[in-house]
């Protein structure tokens, strides 16, 4: 497989009240400065329209939520909003595909439909930048929180692996399509075997949610389904355990 030049970031800290922000006005000034914010918490009462206005125009996803929830986060006096700081900054989609077929590589994308366990986040990115791929796509809602926990589980990796976060997924993936991208959807919901699939060719794997797996829609839009053949009683793998099976299958027929 061919080397990859990184791009080094920073390791992020531990996850404390210093990732974390709130009150309007320091809230407000934190979406106007371009930080990377991983959601954000606003008061179900609490009617703050300048800050729902500038999350919708900067894509950060935000939640209305109960002021217990609020204040379980943080006793100090919040007016009603908090924003999590992310410990990464989110790379563009198109930037990072753009990037592969100039360097002349086979693109590898891992898209996570609704993956929610920060832990498996961790691993599942730890694999993914061992295998060499080249980001990971995780919708704006619905996926698993980047924290310090999901920074030490990733062992680093995710200081180095291109994660896209969009907002639309069946949108993302219809684009991957059109770049020439085949799309595979690891799920049981097939009898097509992973070791069928040509992984040799650009690739986007789909991994589905701890819970339900792969969306139907997305199940429908893939090229092929891809199965792990499992010899014991228990029907499906943890998802992070899935994604390394699937991921060294398309390291071992690249290496080869």
């Not at 990377?36 to 703050?48: C, D, K, M, P, T």
């Not at 310090?148 to 291109?162: E, Q």
């Amino acid at each position: 497989m061919e080397k990859r030049k990184y791009t080094v970031r920073k390791p992020a800290p531990k996850q404390s009240q210093a990732d974390m922000v709130f009150g309007t006005q320091s809230v407000l000034e934190t979406l106007r400065s371009g930080k990377e914010i991983e959601r954000l918490f606003i008061q179900r009462e609490f009617g703050l329209a300048e800050i729902e206005k500038l999350a919708k125009e900067l894509g950060v996803p935000y939640q209305r939520v109960p002021v217990e929830k609020l204040n379980r986060v943080t006793r100090k006096n919040h007016q009603g909003v908090i924003a999590f700081v992310s410990p990464i900054q989110y790379m563009p989609l198109h930037n990072v595909l753009t990037q592969v077929y100039e360097d002349g590589k086979t693109p590898l994308l891992l898209l996570l439909d609704r993956v929610t366990d920060v832990r498996n986040f961790g691993a599942i990115a730890r694999t993914a930048e061992c295998a060499g791929v080249q980001a990971i796509i995780v919708p704006t809602k619905g996926g698993a929180q980047i924290n310090a926990d999901a920074m030490k589980t990733s062992s680093g990796a995710l200081n180095f692996l291109p994660i896209c976060r969009e907002p639309n997924l069946y949108e993302t993936l219809t684009y991957l399509r059109n770049s020439g991208l085949q799309i595979i959807a690891c799920t049981e919901k097939t009898d097509k075997s992973l070791y069928d699939i040509d992984f040799t060719v650009p690739t986007v794997i789909i991994m589905g949610s701890e819970e339900d797996g792969i969306s139907k829609e997305f199940i429908d839009l893939a090229d092929s389904g891809a199965r792990i053949p499992l010899a014991g009683q228990v029907e499906s793998l943890n998802v992070s355990v899935a994604s390394s099976v699937v991921l060294y299958e398309a390291v071992r027929q690249r290496i080869k």
